[in-house]
C-alpha cells in the first residue's frame, strides 16, 4: 500500500508538472535519436509500456490485497460469510456508505479499469512528420509520456489506496492472514461459526444433503460443481474470448488489405490488416474524455474478467493448501502471501497473464495525434489492427481454456475437498496446531472417527463409516 501510494503521488507530480509547463496536451520527452535509431523506437516504447502495466499490476494487487481483507471481515460481521475468497469487486456489505458496500465497489472498479486504461496510452512516440496519403507515422524524434494519461493514473491509484484504507477502517479486521485457516479459527474463537457433528466426511458439494455419517470417497468434486460462482466466471471467460473474436473478425472485414502470414506479426504492422476512425474534436480536455471512453470501452471487459479469474485461482490454491494435511509435511496454517503467489503455479500465471494481457491489448491499437515540441495535437486518430486483435484472441483462448480444465478437473482421494469453504473447514478440522495433519483418528463401532491432528495420522479406511465427535478443541496458533 505504501509503494502504491508513492507511485501514485509520483504520477500525479509528474503530470501536474507537464501540463504546467507544456498545456493539456503537453508531454515530457524521455530522450532524443538521430534518423538512424529511431527504428528501435517503436519496440522500446512497448517494453517502457509493458513495464508500466506491470507496475500497475503490481499496485492493484497490492491494494486488492487489503480491500479483500477488509470485505471478509465485513461479510463475517454480516454473518455472510462462506468462502475464503469471495470477487472482491463484485460481492459487497450491505449500505451504500460502506467502504465495501455495493457503491464505493463500482467506484473501484472504474477506478480500476481507468489505471490499465491509462497505462495503455501514457507512453508515446514523440513524431517528427507524417506520410499525408496513409496518414501513419514515418519518422519518431524520441518517445514521450503524456501529462493528462499519468496524471489519471495517479488519481486512480490514489483513489484506490484510498477506498481500502477506509475499508479497513470501517470493520474490525479478523485476521490479517490470506489462510483459510486463520479465518476458520478467528471465526470459530469469535462464536460466528459453529462446527457441525456428525460431518467429518462431508465435502463442501454434500451441504444441502443427508448430515449423517458417511463413508470414503475415492474422488472429489470440481470447483465447478462445488463453488457456484465458479460457472459464471467461466462462463464470463469464455463470453470475452468471443466478444474479441466478434472484434478481430470487423476489423478484418472492414479493412482492404490482405492479412497473411507473411504480413502477421506480435507488434503493430501496417501492411496488415487494420481500420482507422478518427475522434470529433472540440477541445483539448473533450479530446481526452472521447479517447478515454473508446479505449476503457474496449479493455473494461478485459478487466473484469481477469479480475474475475481470481476466484479459481485463489480457491484452487486454498484448496491445495487444505490437501498438504495428508502429506509427510504437513499442514502449516500461517502462510505468506507473497510466498503463495510466487510459489503456487496458478497464482503465478494469473499474476504473469494481468500485464502480459493488458500489454497485447494496447498492441491492437494505436492512437494517432503526432506530439510536436513536447505537445500532442488535440486530434486522435485509433488504428486497430486485426493481427494483433488476433493475438489478444489467442492468447484469451488459451487461458480460458486453461482455466476451465483446472475448473472441472476433479480431486482424487477420500480427503474432502473444502475449496476454501468455511463451513466445511470447521466441520473437518477438530483439533488446531501451527502444522496439522488429517487422517484415521479413532476405529469406533458403528462409527470411526476422522480429523486432524498435531502429528502425522493414518489413512482413513475406505471401508469404514466415519462420523465426528463434535466441535473438538481449538488453541490459539502461533
Known sequence: ??????????????????????GSMGVTPLNMVNDADSSQLPLQTEILTLMLDLIVTLCTESIGFVHGISLRSALASESRLRFNTNLRLLTAARGWHNPNGALLNGISTVLLIISYSSASVAICLDQNANNLETSFPTF??????????????????????????????????????????????????????????????HCVSDLDTYEGPAKPSETQPSTWHAHPSIRKVVIFLWVTVAACAAWAALVTGISDRSLTLQTWSFFQNYDGYWMIYGLPTGSPEAAWILLFVNIATFQGLLTLVLHCSELIVNVIRDERQWRCATRRQGLRVATNPLQQIFTHPLCLILFIAKPVLHWMFGLSFNIITGAFEESLSDRFSIYMFAAQIWNLCIALFILASFFTFVALRRLSGPQPAAYGHLQTLANLMDEWSPVMWWGHKEDGIPYCRAGTSDHPLPDVKMDCVYAGSGAGSLVPLS
Not at 501514485?8 to 509528474?14: D, G, K, R
Not at 479497513?168 to 478467528?186: E, G, N, R
Request: aromatic share 4%; charged share 5%.
Open 1 to 22: 500500500m505504501a509503494c502504491s501510494s508513492i507511485f501514485s503521488c509520483l504520477c500525479i507530480i509528474t503530470g501536474i508538472v507537464t501540463l504546467a509547463n507544456h
Open 140 to 201: 519518431y524524434e524520441g518517445i514521450a509520456i503524456a501529462g493528462i494519461p499519468l496524471l489519471i493514473l495517479g488519481i486512480a491509484l490514489l483513489l484506490q489506496v484510498m477506498i481500502a484504507l477506509s475499508a479497513m477502517q470501517a470493520v474490525k479486521i479478523l485476521t490479517w492472514s490470506s489462510s483459510p485457516f486463520d479465518l476458520t479459527a478467528a471465526l470459530v474463537h469469535h462464536t460466528q461459526l459453529t462446527p457441525a457433528t456428525l460431518r467429518c466426511m
